[in-house]
Structures are given as C-alpha cells and as structure tokens.
C-alpha cells in the first residue's frame, strides 16, 4: 500500500483538498502526488492499479466537486507540470499549465483561435479532458495530438482523429492527458489579445467571478441554456446550508462560506427537480463528483 521507493518524495498522506477546489470543498485525499515528470505519472498509475484504489486526477479543480469525508484514492496533480513552448503555428504545453496561460501564450505569439476560450479556469489537462469550450471555440478544435497514459497504464501518443471529443467530454477522461500540441491559424497578436479582453469582459459581467464557484454546474441541453432553465424556474438565490444559486447566473451555485459537499448536492438535486417538473427536462451535470467515504 506505500508508495513505491522512486514515487515516494512526490506522494503526501492524508490531504486537504478544499484548498485546492474553486469551491473550497471537500474532504481529505488518503494520497496524493504531486508529478514533476511523465514517469512520476507512469509510476502513480502503476502504484493505483496495483493498490486497488482509483486514480483521480486534479486539474485546477474547477469543474469538481469533491466530497466531504475520506477520498480513498490516489490523488493525481500535474501541478509540476506547466511548460508552454511555441513552435511556428504550435503550442506544445504540459498539462499542469493553467489553460489562461497557455491561451495567452499563444495569443503573444500570435497564434489565433484559442483566445476565444478566455475566461475558462483551470488547467490544460481539465480542458482536454473536458472539452472545455464555450461560444467562441472548444479546446478540441485547436488539439494536434497528445501525450496520454491509457487505462492500462501505456504511455502513448495520440493524434487529433483518434480521440473522441464531445460536449463537455472525451475519450481522454479515461486515462491521464500529460503534454498536448496545439496547432493553430496565424493571427496579430495585438489583435488577438485585444479579442481575450472583450471576451473576459462580456464573462465577467454575465457570470459571477468573485466567488467560490465550480463554473456551470449543468451542461446545456441541446440548443437551450441550462442557466436559463433554472432562472426560469425561479432557482436563483436558492439556498441550502452555505450552497446557493448565483444571482447573476442560473447555472453557477456558489459557495457563500461555510457549503460543504453535502449542501451542493441537495442544492443539485433540488434544482433538478424543479427543472424536470416545469420544463420537463432532465438535466445533466456538467460538475465532476468525487465521492468520499464518510464519518457513519
Ligand atoms: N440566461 C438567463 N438567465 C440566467 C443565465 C442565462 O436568462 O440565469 C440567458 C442569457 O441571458 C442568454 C442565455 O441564457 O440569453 C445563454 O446564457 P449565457 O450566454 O450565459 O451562456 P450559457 O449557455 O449559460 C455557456 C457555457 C459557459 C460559457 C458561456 C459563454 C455551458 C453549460 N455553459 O453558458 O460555460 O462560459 O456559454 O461562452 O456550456 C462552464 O462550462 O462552466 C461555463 C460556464
């Protein structure tokens, strides 16, 4: 069960992990590595599957909601990891840089499209596996190919064809993404850096940005908007415990303080059964769970 000698400088027992959350929840990961190289990744995959416990891997947290109580697993961050590179018309990025980064690196350098996913925590890694995107662009249309720990523990290079990208979502989430390419149209930088402010601009004053929030906590369903959904069923300002539903946006539940996980998922629950009874629409959420084991 301890980490194995090579891997053991990396790994910490028994962490906090609301820190490391834009909520701010969350219980305490049982391990957790933190990977300065791609065989430190190889080696927590290897030590998970050979423990027996899941490999979870920790972006910038963004997108998560973890669990009150014990997360029996080992903990995964590429922290260490955040690299960007520019090569001609391609980023080549590790995927512990914050996706701001690597996007305003290749702004600077005048690599046009991925301006358009301003104002999108978290990291490379996240957005890979997520898909992250909102109305200007998604990661997956600027991907080239991929360094990539499949579920078998494999390092493998894959290219932008052989990787299923959907809404919020990719073949990706199955193993560990480590580096990505990036290829892009050529842009002027000014230009381009210019478009990431008024992008940042028109989010800021939509969505609410000052506060412990995990993004949109619903995916849109197909050509509606889950936030005005929830509006329209008189969900804002909705409170359970510390967890309420943003003001500003229907689709943001924040943390006023004091939420722990188990507010946010009654809060979850209930706005999806005010949905589902007056729209008649099942929502999906777009937040990762990390389950916990709690305190009987
Ligand atoms: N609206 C309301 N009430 C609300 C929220 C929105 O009436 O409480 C209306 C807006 O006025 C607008 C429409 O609904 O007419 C769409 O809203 P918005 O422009 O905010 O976009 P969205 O569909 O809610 C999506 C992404 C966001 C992304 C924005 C902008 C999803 C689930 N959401 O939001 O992504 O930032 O577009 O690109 O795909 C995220 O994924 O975490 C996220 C925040």
């Known amino acids: ?28 990961a049982r391990w957790f590595v933190e990977a300065h190289s791609l065989r430190d ?13 899941p490999l979870r891997v920790l972006g910038g947290g ?15 961050s590429l922290a260490g990891m955040k690299r960007v590179q520019i090569f001609g018309h391609s980023a080549m990025a590790q995927c512990g840089a914050a996706l701001s980064h690597v996007i305003l690196t290749c702004a600077s350098n005048g690599l046009a499209g991925p301006e358009g ?24 249309d600027f991907v080239d190919r991929v360094v990539w720990i499949d579920p078998d523990g494999e390092l493998c290079q894959l290219y932008r064809e052989e990787i299923k990208f959907g809404y919020r979502t990719s073949s990706l989430r199955d193993g560990v993404v480590v580096e990505a390419i990036l290829r892009t149209d050529a842009g002027n930088p000014t230009e381009l850096k210019e478009r990431y402010r008024e992008i940042m601009r028109e989010k800021l004053r939509v969505q609410p940005y000052s506060v412990f929030s995990a993004g949109c906590s619903f995916k849109n369903p197909k050509g509606l908007s889950a936030g005005r959904l929830i509006d329209l069923a008189g969900c804002k300002g909705l409170r359970v415990g510390g967890a309420q539903v943003s003001d500003r946006h229907g689709n943001f539940i924040v943390n006023t303080g004091d939420a722990n996980a188990r507010d946010m998922m009654a809060l979850l629950t209930t706005i999806e059964e005010r949905v589902q009874s007056m729209h008649d629409i099942k929502l999906e959420r777009e937040v990762q769970i990390w389950p916990g084991v709690r305190a009987a």
């Open 41 to 53: 990744v190889a080696d927590a995959c290897q030590w998970a599957g050979e423990s027996g416990l």
């Open 117 to 140: 996913l301003a104002g999108i925590p978290g990291t490379l890694g996240g957005a890979l596996a997520m898909n992250a995107g909102g109305r200007y662009a998604e990661i997956a």
């Open 1 to 28: 069960m301890n980490p194995p000698r090579r891997l053991a400088p990396r790994v910490s027992n028994d962490v906090p992990l609301n820190e490391r959350t834009t909520l701010h929840i969350g219980g305490r």
């Open 62 to 76: 963004s997108n998560l909601l973890v669990d009150d109580g014990l997360i029996d697993a080992v903990v995964l």
